[in-house]
């Protein structure tokens, strides 16, 4: 699904160029969960912007099902990002005025082949809350309704940053559930940035990352569900 070849990123311009990503080199399988792991300054955010046509890259290349990233212009790039991701930050960007079943509409109008509406709302938890504003709702739930206005396009990719980084621990591991449940469900790729170690456990490709290198790459052989993580 994914392959990273040599990918470097610089940040600011001369005495003060530094490289952020220095020759990352991966792959990432159809249909999985790869954990994204390192302390601050690592690269994994601005890893995962890069495989979301956020940020551009200045060497190598990104291939994104078989598309070239680094070849495509300004619009195709915005074309990629409708057609093809789903973004899940940390905070959850809701449009306040809107009810939970319109923040979701949102992205599903985004879209050539949207899921259906009530049954991704019945899948998270969300049926009874789709009349509700954002400000009404829990933190999770709220959280719940971002992974939906993502996940409605049907995208090939869901890119999530730091998608627990505001919630309690209980809210957490819902929401982590949710994503596994997300994952198998409707098989699609997940790519999730954390600092929590403990999260590694319910992905299928592990990979940790340290001064804009990768360090380890590994598969779990034995996941873990998200209802049994503890940390």
């Known amino acids: 699904m994914i392959l990273i070849r040599d990918v470097h990123k610089y940040y600011g311009e001369g005495d003060a160029r530094t490289e952020v990503l220095k020759g990352v080199t991966c792959e990432i399988a159809s249909g999985e969960i790869c954990v994204l792991m390192g302390p601050s300054g690592s690269g994994k955010s601005t890893l995962l912007n890069l495989v979301g046509g956020i940020e551009e890259l200045d060497k190598g290349d990104i291939l994104v099902n078989g598309q070239s990233l680094h070849r495509l212009n300004n619009g195709k790039l915005s074309e990629y990002r409708r057609n093809s991701l789903g973004f899940v930050f940390q ?73 627990t980084g505001a919630l309690d621990y209980k809210t957490s591991k819902e929401i982590l559930a949710l994503v596994e449940k997300v994952n198998a469900q409707y098989k699609t790729t997940v790519i999730l940035v954390t600092h929590n170690t403990a999260i590694q456990g319910i992905a299928h490709q592990v990979m940790k990352l340290h001064d804009g290198r990768i360090t380890s790459d590994i598969r779990n052989t034995s996941r873990i569900p998200a209802c049994d993580l503890a940390w």
């Open 91 to 163: 905070f959850y960007n809701l449009i306040p005025n809107l009810t939970i079943k319109e923040n979701i509409e949102v992205g599903k109008f985004l879209s050539k082949n949207p899921l259906p509406l009530n049954d991704l709302l019945h899948t998270l938890g969300l049926w009874e809350h789709r009349d509700k504003l954002p400000n009404q709702l829990s933190g999770g739930q709220q959280q719940r309704c971002s992974i939906g206005r993502a996940l409605v396009k049907n995208p090939l990719v869901l890119l999530c940053d730091e998608p």
